[in-house]
């Protein structure tokens, strides 16, 4: 993965850049979406996929074995200086046709 701030491709997403000193533990997190079971397990694998951070926040209904409706939705986060590269990737991933 590159690193987000000086694009050094060594860069380890759980450590500080070698190179500029990002860190990205330090990084605000910011939801691009939010989605139901089974597409929040889905979309996670999708966005690590491009080698981005991601998070899943879990709704309270999960708790109690809900997953639709508003108590089983699940929000998707990625650090800020990601968002919008994540938000491309759903859009385009979004705009495939169906085979």
């Known amino acids: 993965m590159n690193c987000p701030e000086c694009s050094y491709s060594d860069y380890d997403c759980s450590r500080i850049c070698a190179n500029c000193g990002f860190d990205l533990s330090k990084s605000a997190w910011v ?3 939010t989605v139901s079971p089974p597409d929040d397990a889905i979309l996670e ?3 690590q996929s ?3 951070p991601v998070r899943l926040i879990h709704s309270i209904g999960s708790v109690f ?3 639709v409706g508003p108590l089983g939705e699940t929000k998707i986060a990625v650090p800020e200086t990601f968002a919008n590269k994540a938000r491309d990737l759903l859009q385009a991933e979004l705009e495939k046709p169906f085979e």
Do not use: C, D
């Open 31 to 33: 939801v691009i979406t």
């Open 45 to 47: 694998s999708l966005i």
């Open 50 to 52: 491009f080698g981005i």
């Open 65 to 67: 074995g809900l997953s």
